[in-house]
């Protein structure tokens, strides 16, 4: 390449040089433009701002740490979690324990529950905490021991005594909980199962008292006092599951089963 061909970058470019020079002193002695107003102390780190890109402030920025807070140890019964037993049965893990354990556990709670359903009780007044705790295990025991009894008592045909006694109670049992829930009721449809089958207890006493005393004067009284008891059982917690005007389309088809198996107790010979 020759001497001719170079070109002089020199005199083209220094104008702009000059140019931009002149821009960066003129902002240097402008100074800062505008300034943050400081932020009073808080947790939150204060940096000095700057609107120039080229004046470095002469504050090194600061850091607040938050205030630190003293947390007392947890103890063993704050770290495990407070479990209650609910309408579902007990919260505990009860897979791998004994069976006597588990036997136990079932026969007091069927104990309080008959309880809380048959005699007398502050808790009869609400009925939502009296049969919290519900199961199946008794109403069944109480259902099929009331069958037993009438099958025993029965001269001929002891197994269809049985079947019939067992069907009546069960399909009873159903039948009047889907009628209180069809009257727009508020209750668990197990609960209410659980709640008919122990309201049968003192109709199981009656039949085992007029199946040792063979008498009918004796059925008919044992019968009508047992028959009260339990509908008396029954009365507060049917009622409140449902509005005052529909008590008694509640109460009415109770009351007609409860009958239906004080007949069965008076006519079996």
Known sequence: MSQNNKVNLHSTSKPEIDEIEDLIYASIESGPTTVMAARSP???PSIPVSSSPFMASSNPPTFQLPATVSVPPLTIAETQPNVQATGFGSAS???????????KRD???IVSNLKLVVFPNPFRE???KAL??????????????????????ASVKKSQVFAVAFAVLAAGAIILTLNVLLLGG???????????????FPLDVGALLCMIKDSVILKVIVVLITLAWSSWAAYPFMSAAV????KALALYPVFLMYVSVGFLIIAID
């Open 126 to 128: 609400d009925p939502g």
């Open 42 to 44: 808080s947790s939150h």
């Open 107 to 109: 026969l007091t709670r």
């Open 93 to 103: 893990n009860t897979l791998t324990e004994p069976v006597w354990d588990t036997v």
């Open 132 to 153: 919290r705790d519900w199961d199946l295990w008794g109403p069944f025991f109480f259902i099929v021991f009331l069958g037993l009894i009438l099958s025993w008592s």
């Open 243 to 246: 509005t005052p005007g529909r």
């Open 186 to 200: 508020h209750i668990i449809f197990f609960q209410s199962l659980s709640l008919l089958g122990y309201c049968l």
